[in-house]
T-cell receptor, first 114, second 111 residues
Framework: DSGVTQTPKHLITATGQRVTLRCSPR?????VYWYQQSLDQGLQFLIQ???????AKGNILERFSAQQFPDLHSELNLSSLELGDSALYFC?????????????FGQGTRLTVV | GENVEQHPSTLSVQEGDSAVIKCTYS??????FPWYKQELGKGPQLIID?????GEKKDQRIAVTLNKTAKHFSLHITETQPEDSAVYFC??????????FGRGTSLIVHP
């Protein structure tokens, strides 16, 4: 157990809908990362937060947004969902956003858009 | 930004054989190179990492080598066991502080 908790584990929804994925980082970790893993794809970086502030952005679609709350948990909001958004979404956390700091991953949320 | 290439995409070995996975990176500012193992239904888990001031690091049956000049690094697993079967990801970070991952290698160890 990495200490990073993601909910829900599975989510099935229809095209056009909006969903929220939740992540609780490890105790003491201030930085949260969101990654998308599609079939046969690696881990695509979406966005990073550090202590409530957006730190870095990757190839995150405009339909997607995220935030980190004062208690450090984070939510990833996906709207106007398309079939191609079906993927595993991982949250990871680290103590700081430093370049050589180990990131701990949650077990992921499997999103299926039908 | 950083670009990480990983090969092979699939690696099939017999139990007891060695396995080698290779990665290249593009950003010369990268100086931290972790390797993650992802088992079915789980999130990636760090198994070993190496920093740019070190050329090789070992931890029991796994080792990682780094060639900064050539911008490539490799994961070596010796005496493979069926429980080593998983998807392995390399990553590089440094310039942007965001780990950039390779596309993964599916390692299959046949008993």
């Amino acid at each position: 157990d990495s200490g990073v908790t993601q909910t829900p584990k599975h989510l099935i929804t229809a095209t056009g809908q909006r969903v929220t994925l939740r992540c609780s980082p490890r105790s003491g970790d201030l930085s949260v990362y969101w990654y998308q893993q599609s079939l046969d794809q690696g881990l695509q970086f979406l966005i990073q937060y550090y202590n409530g502030e957006e730190r870095a952005k990757g190839n995150i679609l405009e339909r997607f947004s995220a935030q980190q709350f004062p208690d450090l948990h984070s939510e990833l909001n996906l709207s106007s969902l398309e079939l191609g958004d079906s993927a595993l979404y991982f949250c990871a956390s680290s103590v700081t956003p430093g370049e050589d700091v180990e990131a701990f991953f949650g077990q992921g949320t499997r999103l299926t858009v039908v | 930004g950083e670009n990480v290439e990983q090969h092979p995409s699939t690696l099939s070995v017999q139990e007891g054989d060695s396995a080698v996975i290779k990665c290249t990176y593009s950003d010369s500012a990268s100086n931290y190179f972790p390797w993650y193992k992802q088992e079915l239904g789980k999130g990636p888990q760090l198994i070993i990492d190496i920093r740019s001031n070190v050329g090789e690091k070992k931890d029991q049956r796994i080792a990682v080598t780094l060639n900064k000049t050539a911008k490539h690094f490799s994961l070596h697993i010796t005496e493979t066991q069926p429980e080593d079967s998983a998807v392995y990801f390399c990553a590089a970070s440094g310039g942007s502080y965001i780990p950039t991952f390779g596309r993964g290698t599916s390692l299959i160890v046949h008993p």
